[in-house]
Protein backbone atom coordinates (compact mmCIF):
# COMPACT_ATOMS: atom_id res chain seq x y z
CA UNK A 1 0.00 0.00 0.00
CA UNK A 2 2.90 2.21 0.80
CA UNK A 3 4.29 1.46 -2.08
CA UNK A 4 1.14 2.54 -4.31
CA UNK A 5 0.67 5.16 -2.44
CA UNK A 6 4.55 6.55 -3.26
CA UNK A 7 3.99 5.60 -6.88
CA UNK A 8 0.59 7.52 -7.00
CA UNK A 9 2.21 10.88 -5.40
CA UNK A 10 5.10 11.13 -7.74
CA UNK A 11 2.68 10.56 -10.36
CA UNK A 12 0.69 13.59 -9.20
CA UNK A 13 4.63 15.99 -8.80
CA UNK A 14 5.11 14.97 -12.43
CA UNK A 15 1.80 16.22 -13.72
CA UNK A 16 1.92 19.48 -12.03
CA UNK A 17 5.17 19.76 -13.04
CA UNK A 18 4.77 19.36 -16.68
CA UNK A 19 1.29 22.11 -16.03
CA UNK A 20 3.89 24.79 -14.50
CA UNK A 21 6.14 23.92 -17.53
CA UNK A 22 3.17 24.64 -20.00
CA UNK A 23 2.39 27.62 -19.04
CA UNK A 24 6.03 29.28 -18.41
CA UNK A 25 5.89 28.11 -21.72
CA UNK A 26 2.30 29.44 -22.49
CA UNK A 27 3.27 32.49 -20.66
CA UNK A 28 5.21 34.92 -23.28
CA UNK A 29 3.57 33.50 -25.93
CA UNK A 30 0.33 34.85 -24.65
CA UNK A 31 2.60 37.64 -23.45
CA UNK A 32 3.64 38.50 -27.11
CA UNK A 33 0.15 37.76 -28.66
CA UNK A 34 -0.91 40.71 -26.05
CA UNK A 35 1.51 43.24 -27.88
CA UNK A 36 -0.25 45.91 -30.16
CA UNK A 37 -0.07 45.21 -33.83
CA UNK A 38 1.90 48.75 -33.61
CA UNK A 39 4.58 47.49 -31.66
CA UNK A 40 5.45 44.55 -34.09
CA UNK A 41 9.12 43.79 -36.09
CA UNK A 42 10.66 47.21 -35.01
CA UNK A 43 13.92 46.29 -36.40
CA UNK A 44 12.18 45.79 -40.00
CA UNK A 45 10.33 49.04 -39.38
CA UNK A 46 13.74 50.65 -38.62
CA UNK A 47 15.43 48.91 -41.54
CA UNK A 48 12.76 50.23 -43.57
CA UNK A 49 12.78 53.78 -42.34
CA UNK A 50 16.95 53.92 -43.01
CA UNK A 51 16.42 52.43 -46.69
CA UNK A 52 14.06 55.21 -47.15
CA UNK A 53 16.08 57.72 -46.00
CA UNK A 54 19.07 56.61 -48.71
CA UNK A 55 16.77 56.50 -50.92
CA UNK A 56 15.74 60.10 -50.34
CA UNK A 57 19.52 61.37 -50.40
CA UNK A 58 19.96 59.01 -53.73
CA UNK A 59 17.37 61.29 -55.19
CA UNK A 60 18.73 64.17 -53.37
CA UNK A 61 22.05 64.09 -54.91
CA UNK A 62 22.39 65.57 -58.52
CA UNK A 63 25.03 64.99 -61.05
CA UNK A 64 27.47 67.48 -62.01
CA UNK A 65 26.78 69.23 -65.03
CA UNK A 66 28.34 68.29 -68.43
CA UNK A 67 29.48 71.63 -68.78
CA UNK A 68 32.34 70.63 -66.11
CA UNK A 69 34.14 68.40 -68.26
CA UNK A 70 34.37 70.91 -70.78
CA UNK A 71 35.97 73.41 -68.81
CA UNK A 72 38.18 70.98 -66.45
CA UNK A 73 40.06 69.86 -70.05
CA UNK A 74 40.15 73.79 -71.61
CA UNK A 75 41.42 75.05 -68.37
CA UNK A 76 44.30 73.04 -67.91
CA UNK A 77 46.34 73.94 -71.31
CA UNK A 78 45.09 77.07 -71.16
CA UNK A 79 46.66 77.70 -67.75
CA UNK A 80 49.66 75.59 -68.33
CA UNK A 81 50.09 78.02 -71.38
CA UNK A 82 49.37 81.85 -69.75
CA UNK A 83 51.35 80.32 -66.92
CA UNK A 84 54.41 80.16 -69.83
CA UNK A 85 53.77 83.46 -70.92
CA UNK A 86 53.54 85.03 -67.48
CA UNK A 87 57.44 83.77 -66.93
CA UNK A 88 58.38 84.85 -69.90
CA UNK A 89 56.75 88.19 -70.22
CA UNK A 90 59.43 90.42 -68.20
CA UNK A 91 62.29 89.13 -70.76
CA UNK A 92 60.06 89.65 -74.16
CA UNK A 93 62.43 93.14 -74.53
CA UNK A 94 64.68 91.16 -75.75
CA UNK A 95 62.70 89.40 -78.76
CA UNK A 96 62.72 93.34 -79.92
CA UNK A 97 66.45 93.20 -80.49
CA UNK A 98 66.51 89.73 -82.83
CA UNK A 99 67.01 89.91 -86.07
CA UNK A 100 63.97 88.30 -87.27
CA UNK A 101 62.83 86.31 -90.31
CA UNK A 102 59.85 88.26 -92.60
CA UNK A 103 56.58 87.71 -91.39
CA UNK A 104 57.58 87.52 -87.89
CA UNK A 105 54.41 88.27 -85.50
CA UNK A 106 54.81 90.19 -82.50
CA UNK A 107 55.07 88.88 -78.76
CA UNK A 108 51.39 89.78 -77.93
CA UNK A 109 50.29 88.06 -81.18
CA UNK A 110 52.37 84.91 -80.67
CA UNK A 111 50.56 85.02 -76.76
CA UNK A 112 46.65 85.13 -77.84
CA UNK A 113 47.42 82.52 -80.68
CA UNK A 114 49.03 80.44 -78.39
CA UNK A 115 46.18 80.42 -75.55
CA UNK A 116 43.66 79.94 -78.71
CA UNK A 117 45.58 76.85 -79.72
CA UNK A 118 45.83 75.72 -76.16
CA UNK A 119 42.21 76.09 -75.95
CA UNK A 120 41.37 73.86 -78.94
CA UNK A 121 43.43 71.31 -77.66
CA UNK A 122 41.57 70.79 -74.56
CA UNK A 123 38.60 70.70 -76.38
CA UNK A 124 39.89 67.68 -78.29
CA UNK A 125 41.55 66.12 -74.62
CA UNK A 126 37.72 65.57 -73.50
CA UNK A 127 37.24 63.31 -76.28
CA UNK A 128 40.10 61.21 -75.13
CA UNK A 129 39.18 61.73 -71.99
CA UNK A 130 35.32 60.22 -72.51
CA UNK A 131 36.53 57.64 -75.29
CA UNK A 132 36.71 53.64 -74.04
CA UNK A 133 40.23 52.40 -72.41
CA UNK A 134 42.20 51.31 -75.20
CA UNK A 135 46.09 51.58 -76.51
CA UNK A 136 44.93 54.06 -78.99
CA UNK A 137 43.53 56.52 -76.02
CA UNK A 138 46.71 55.96 -74.05
CA UNK A 139 48.31 56.54 -77.07
CA UNK A 140 46.53 59.79 -77.61
CA UNK A 141 46.69 61.02 -74.37
CA UNK A 142 50.15 60.62 -74.83
CA UNK A 143 50.66 62.67 -77.30
CA UNK A 144 48.89 65.41 -76.47
CA UNK A 145 50.80 65.44 -73.03
CA UNK A 146 54.06 65.54 -74.94
CA UNK A 147 52.54 68.33 -77.25
CA UNK A 148 51.47 70.40 -74.10
CA UNK A 149 54.62 70.24 -72.52
CA UNK A 150 56.65 71.54 -75.70
CA UNK A 151 54.68 74.22 -76.04
CA UNK A 152 55.28 75.33 -72.51
CA UNK A 153 59.01 74.80 -73.18
CA UNK A 154 59.56 76.74 -76.24
CA UNK A 155 58.79 80.02 -74.47
CA UNK A 156 60.99 80.05 -71.94
CA UNK A 157 64.27 78.44 -74.18
CA UNK A 158 63.26 81.57 -77.01
CA UNK A 159 62.05 84.61 -74.24
CA UNK A 160 63.37 83.57 -71.02
CA UNK A 161 66.54 81.96 -71.64
CA UNK A 162 68.02 83.15 -74.63
CA UNK A 163 68.37 80.05 -76.19
CA UNK A 164 68.20 80.23 -80.10
CA UNK A 165 69.42 76.86 -81.37
CA UNK A 166 67.55 74.93 -78.67
CA UNK A 167 64.34 76.83 -79.51
CA UNK A 168 64.42 75.99 -82.85
CA UNK A 169 65.01 72.23 -81.52
CA UNK A 170 62.08 72.83 -79.54
CA UNK A 171 59.91 74.06 -82.39
CA UNK A 172 60.58 71.54 -84.84
CA UNK A 173 59.85 68.75 -82.08
CA UNK A 174 56.67 70.75 -81.52
CA UNK A 175 55.36 70.70 -84.93
CA UNK A 176 56.27 66.76 -85.24
CA UNK A 177 54.58 65.76 -82.36
CA UNK A 178 51.48 68.20 -83.06
CA UNK A 179 51.50 65.72 -86.35
CA UNK A 180 51.82 62.84 -84.61
CA UNK A 181 48.94 63.57 -81.99
CA UNK A 182 46.66 64.53 -85.03
CA UNK A 183 47.71 60.91 -86.61
CA UNK A 184 46.87 59.57 -83.09
CA UNK A 185 43.98 61.24 -82.36
CA UNK A 186 42.33 60.71 -85.76
CA UNK A 187 42.73 57.04 -85.51
CA UNK A 188 40.26 57.76 -82.10
CA UNK A 189 37.86 60.44 -83.09
CA UNK A 190 38.05 62.01 -86.29
CA UNK A 191 36.41 65.16 -85.45
CA UNK A 192 37.99 65.66 -82.47
CA UNK A 193 41.61 65.50 -84.85
CA UNK A 194 40.68 68.96 -86.61
CA UNK A 195 40.67 70.86 -83.66
CA UNK A 196 44.71 69.70 -83.45
CA UNK A 197 45.08 71.04 -86.85
CA UNK A 198 45.65 74.85 -85.51
CA UNK A 199 48.17 73.75 -83.23
CA UNK A 200 49.83 72.04 -86.13
CA UNK A 201 50.24 75.13 -88.46
CA UNK A 202 51.11 77.26 -85.29
CA UNK A 203 53.71 74.69 -84.29
CA UNK A 204 55.00 75.28 -88.13
CA UNK A 205 55.39 78.76 -87.82
CA UNK A 206 57.03 78.45 -84.92
CA UNK A 207 59.54 76.45 -86.05
CA UNK A 208 60.10 78.87 -88.74
CA UNK A 209 60.65 81.73 -86.97
CA UNK A 210 62.68 80.53 -83.93
CA UNK A 211 65.03 78.73 -86.70
CA UNK A 212 65.20 81.98 -88.88
CA UNK A 213 65.76 83.97 -85.10
CA UNK A 214 68.73 81.15 -84.85
CA UNK A 215 70.22 81.62 -88.48
CA UNK A 216 70.32 85.45 -88.58
CA UNK A 217 71.75 86.23 -84.86
Same mark, same amino acid.
Given at each position: ??????????????? %???????????T??????G???? $???? @?? %????R????E???????????? &??? &??????????????????T???????A?????????????????????E???????????????? %???????????? @?????????? @??F??????????????????? $??????????????? &???????????Y?????????? @??
Open positions: MALRRKKTQDKRNKT %RGDTRDEKAIEPVREIRIPRT $YDFP @LQ %RADDAWQDKTEEVETLPPPP &WLS &WAICVAIPVLAGAFAIALFPFVAAYRFVKPPFAASPQTLAWTAIAVAAMGLACHFIWKAPAS %RLRTSAFTSCVI @LGALHFAWPL @LLHFGLLLAAALGAILLAIAA $YLAIDNLERLHSSAA &WLLLPHFFFAALAYLSTGIAL @LN
